[in-house]
C-alpha cells in the first residue's frame, strides 16, 4: 500500500510538550512518526484509557495503522486524532 493510502494514514498534529516526553523517552535518530506508533501500540496492547488531549498546532505527522489499530482507535469514538493523542499521552504518563 502506498503512504498517502487514505485507508490507513492518520494525521496527528502533536502538541509540543507530548512530542518532547516522546523525544526524552525514546532517544535516538527514528521519524516522530515511528515514535508515535510505538507509543500508540503500546498503549492499545496495555488496555490503557485515552487521556484528553487537545491537538497542537503544529506541522501534522503522517502515521501508517493497520485495520487492527484502526479499529482499536475507533473503540474510543469517532475522533480518531484524540484518541490516539489521549493514548499515546496515558502512555507516557503511565511511564513516569
Known sequence: MSR????RALLLRVPFALRRAIAAQHPGP???AAKLRVVLRRALAQG????PVAPGTLR???LQLSAAER???AAF???LEAAALGLIAATL???K
Open 48 to 51: 490503557l484509557t485515552p487521556l
Open 71 to 73: 479499529a482499536g482507535l
Open 4 to 7: 498517502k493510502d487514505p485507508r
Open 30 to 32: 527514528r521519524p516522530l
Open 77 to 79: 469514538g469517532p475522533d
Open 93 to 95: 504518563e503511565a511511564g
Open 60 to 62: 501534522p505527522s503522517l
